[in-house]
């Protein structure tokens, strides 16, 4: 769902339609939350780095949020008990974090969990 060169938008909305099934809404917010915090891989030189950041991780880290942001526009469909007021909280904890280093797309994801 966040490849960052790759988009397939038939496959992200089934996912988020039918991610019910085999997993809640407070782990695929932490997967996605992994998925955003992509490390470079080891040892790596710092001219790659440099590439590395702007051509997987930029582009990794915009999907996370579209894709956060698509679920709760399209697919949202979990109760109002306290532990999805948490999540909620939480993700709103992440945009706002998201938005602190500067991700594209935070301030919007930000503005639909308000």
């Not at 790759?6 to 695929?28: G, I, V």
């Not at 051509?55 to 990794?60: D, K, S």
């Amino acid at each position: 769902m966040t490849r960052h060169d790759k988009l397939d938008s038939d496959f992200n909305d089934t996912f988020l339609l039918t991610y019910p099934r085999f997993t809640t809404a407070r782990e695929l917010f932490t997967l996605l939350a992994e998925r955003f915090h992509l490390q470079p891989p080891q040892a790596i030189a710092l001219a790659d780095y440099e590439v590395w950041q702007v051509r997987l991780q930029q582009p990794v880290r915009r999907r996370v949020l579209d894709v956060l942001k698509r679920w709760l526009d399209d697919s949202w469909a979990e109760d109002g008990t306290e532990t999805t007021r948490a999540l909620l909280q939480d993700m709103y904890a992440f945009a706002k974090d998201a938005g602190s280093i500067g991700t594209p797309g935070s301030r919007v994801l930000m503005l639909v969990l308000e």
